[in-house]
């Protein structure tokens, strides 16, 4: 055992404050050890997840919880008449909506009091940074109070149960076990997690040309050169726009290089706008190296940033070794919170990216995740409060409803513009969609339409240049309406930058 190992296994459970010593001095003092990282007053966050996983599973089965050790988080009055005043109006401003049987998904107008929305612009750009919930936006701000008015007693006796619940509230919504999930600030920490503990053994990292583009520059940052090789495989425009989605399966799976470590997939890819055939094309895949006995096993990463509240997900089914997502685009939340899901057979090789007194807990390296320093935790702990509203929305069929409001935006679009989408409107995923604009805006820059928009029209809606076409990115929520559309086409039709 080397001196920083030995260091480690003295401080794993006292964040560095005391030494193995020093905890057993405590332990006759207290009656029991600290069983955790820092200075938590806590049991271990498995423990809690566990707990906390049963509990749901009670109130799923009507049934009331038995005795148990968890720590169940109580309503707290806010000193703050204020903020009361605002919470309770906002609530009974939006009660009505989320009853069930009140709940139009067709009337925009009602349903942009549920975000936190500017009234003066046409937002076009949701896939962008999304629009939080309001309920969720109270409840992060919430706990930003709770947290400043006593941190010493959040960081180390609430943050952990906190982290539980919305951890096990998430890995149901995503159809996955909440011991594979981690919390993060967002998908783009969760790459560099996966690139930065992975790289030393890769030497053939595979991305398509519909590939984010910074995970690219995330493969190049940690892969050693003249060691690893980034390979970014075209993707013909034929193949993406075939109705057959087995002809792109068979493409995609036929242009891995046998000799590939890792495969990068985008579930939604964010300039293009295609959903791939996830599940389907994991197995193409996996079949594919299943046959080449290899020794070592492909390892498929999943970008999914785009994909919860759009799409829904059964992360199990996948077979997939990491998934990273984010909970500020569809799923409504306040910026700030993420995840990254962690296959059984990759748990004990990567960590979080930032190193801090996680890191020590080697029985345990999911808590280098779960704690990273001084993190603002409120955006990621708010998905409790958004997920309540999604528990309304799926069963009124909100996937739906999004695609074919999609469809119907898309069609009005391309009817008035004599245009057409770029693909196949049946292969977009239901919130996103890319048409080329009419050729008189072919001669400006994409930024220069753009700005132009914004400045002039406070109308919000991506511009970018793809297969050397002008096309505008349509990224539309259950707040938008057709008349806003309609407005956009007249601006469109009517007016044009001034160069």
């Not at 060691?227 to 493409?251: G, H, R």
């Not at 049946?426 to 008189?440: F, G, Q, R, V």
Request: aromatic content about 10%; overall charge neutral; hydrophobic content about 40%.
């Amino acid at each position: 055992m080397n001196n920083v190992e030995k260091a480690n296994n003295d401080m794993v459970t006292c964040g560095g404050g005391c030494s193995l010593k020093d905890r057993k001095k405590n332990h006759n003092k207290k009656g029991e050890d600290f069983k955790t990282i820092g200075s938590f007053h806590t049991d271990p966050i498995i423990e809690l997840i566990q707990a906390e996983k049963s509990l749901l599973q009670n109130e799923f089965e009507n049934c009331k919880p038995n005795n148990t050790n968890v720590i169940r988080l109580k309503k707290e009055i806010n000193d703050e008449e204020t903020l009361k005043i605002e919470n309770e109006r906002l609530y009974k401003e939006n009660s009505f909506l989320l009853n069930p049987d009140n709940l139009n998904l067709n009337n925009g107008k009602e349903l942009k009091k549920l975000f936190m929305h500017d009234s003066e612009t046409i937002y076009l750009n949701h896939g962008a940074f999304g629009s939080p919930f309001k309920k969720a936006f109270l409840y992060s701000e919430e706990i930003r109070r709770k947290i400043e008015l006593n941190p010493v007693k959040f960081f180390d006796r609430d943050l952990f149960p906190y982290l539980a619940k919305a951890i096990v509230k998430l890995a149901n919504f995503l159809n996955c076990d909440p011991l594979n999930l981690m919390p993060l600030s967002n998908a783009t920490s969760g790459l560099n997690s996966i690139f930065k503990y992975l790289s030393k053994d890769l030497k053939k990292v595979i991305c398509f040309d519909i590939t984010y583009s910074a995970t690219l520059l995330i493969c190049e940052e940690y892969l050693i050169p003249n060691t690893a090789k980034i390979e970014v495989i075209n993707i013909p425009l034929k193949f993406l726009k075939s109705e057959n989605q087995e002809i792109l399966i068979n493409y995609i799976t036929d242009s891995i290089p046998n000799d590939a470590d890792l495969i990068v997939l985008d579930h939604i890819s964010s300039q293009s706008c295609i959903l791939l055939p996830l599940k389907d094309l994991i197995s193409s895949i996996r079949k594919k190296f299943l046959q080449l006995e290899k020794n070592n096993e492909l390892i498929i990463l999943v970008d999914g940033a785009h994909a919860p509240g759009s799409v829904k997900i059964n992360i199990d089914e996948l077979n997939t070794d990491f998934y990273v997502g984010n909970l500020h685009k569809w799923l409504c939340s306040p910026r700030g919170g993420g995840f990254i899901y962690i296959s059984n057979k990759n748990i004990g090789k990567i960590k979080g990216a930032i190193v801090s007194h996680g890191h020590a807990n080697k029985n345990n390296l999911m808590d280098s995740f779960y704690w990273d320093g001084n993190r603002d935790y409120s955006a990621f702990i708010s998905i409790i409060k958004t997920l309540e509203i999604w528990e309304i929305l799926e069963p009124l069929n909100i996937y739906d409803h999004l695609k074919n409001q999609l469809k119907l935006f898309v069609d009005f679009i391309c009817s008035k513009l004599f245009v057409s989408p770029l693909f196949s409107v049946d292969l977009y995923n239901s919130t996103m969609a890319l048409i080329p604009l009419p050729e008189k805006y072919q001669k400006f820059t994409s930024k220069a339409i753009q700005d132009w928009l914004h400045y002039e029209y406070k109308i919000e809606i991506t511009i970018k240049t793809v297969y050397e076409k002008n096309c505008m990115r349509i990224s539309v929520h259950l707040y938008n309406e057709l008349e806003e559309i309609e407005k956009l086409i007249k601006v469109l039709l009517d007016s044009e930058p001034i160069i």
